[in-house]
T-cell receptor
Framework: DAGVIQSPRHEVTEMGQEVTLRCKPISGHNSLFWYRQTMMRGLELLIYFNNNVPIDDSGMPEDRFSAKMPNASFSTLKIQPSEPRDSAVYFC??????????????????FGAGSRLTVL | AQTVTQSQPEMSVQEAETVTLSCTYDTSESNYYLFWYKQPPSRQMILVIRQEAYKQQNATENRFSVNFQKAAKSFSLKISDSQLGDTAMYFCAFMKQTSGSRLTFGEGTQLTVNP
């Protein structure tokens, strides 16, 4: 398996522009997470999906942020309009759904390589 | 809410020596999981080791082992025979069993292995 695939790896944009980050989870993983990493706030959960349904979006900073998962193999995180304070590394992660033991693969998140966003 | 604290922002160790990274957490839960993730300069988050809280036996993965003290809410990572490739940021993370696999991360410890 190719792992969790994120694109783009790097994005530089100007304030006010729309940014779309993309994620393809591992096949068979039906929980998907979006995390943001900044120096000031560390790693924080933005939103997560189970079976393509958003379960908790309380970490989404404001209405400028939106996330979708139209099918089991694709998710997007969109920022519109972008601001300099949105500059961060955005990670997508996936895991099989369930509360089983680690041996089943459940509850072990596999992360993508991250998308580094710079908003000028 | 759960909190995870890593009190050592930076640490360094000589190649081939042993180093221990500290992590404490605060929770009222009795069933949970703990993890150490490694983030090298490539920024990829890589799982190092994991521990189920109901297991008293400390987890080990080759040169990596943990000292899990449930009563003290402590989960330290020991790296034996340190290698240059171990240079990375290390994150301790907590997952409540009923949280839907949500991870709460500590602030991270930057480990540098010196030749």
């Amino acid at each position: 398996d190719a792992g969790v695939i994120q694109s783009p790896r790097h994005e530089v944009t100007e304030m006010g522009q729309e940014v779309t980050l993309r994620c393809k989870p591992i096949s068979g993983h039906n929980s998907l997470f979006w995390y943001r990493q900044t120096m000031m706030r560390g790693l924080e959960l933005l939103i997560y999906f189970n079976n393509n349904v958003p379960i908790d979006d309380s970490g989404m900073p404001e209405d400028r942020f939106s996330a979708k998962m139209p099918n089991a193999s694709f998710s997007t995180l969109k920022i519109q309009p972008s601001e300099p304070r949105d500059s961060a590394v955005y990670f997508c992660a996936s895991t099989p759904l369930g509360q089983g033991l680690f041996s089943s693969g459940a509850n072990v998140l596999t992360f993508g390589a991250g998308s580094r966003l710079t908003v000028l | 809410a759960q909190t995870v604290t890593q009190s050592q922002p930076e640490m360094s160790v000589q190649e081939a020596e042993t180093v221990t990274l500290s992590c404490t957490y605060d929770t009222s839960e009795s069933n949970y999981y703990l993890f150490w993730y490694k983030q090298p300069p490539s920024r990829q988050m890589i799982l190092v080791i994991r521990q189920e809280a109901y297991k008293q036996q400390n987890a080990t993965e080759n040169r990596f082992s943990v000292n899990f003290q449930k009563a003290a809410k402590s989960f330290s990572l020991k790296i034996s025979d340190s290698q240059l490739g171990d240079t990375a940021m290390y994150f301790c993370a907590f997952m409540k069993q009923t949280s839907g696999s949500r991870l709460t991360f500590g602030e991270g410890t930057q480990l540098t292995v010196n030749p």
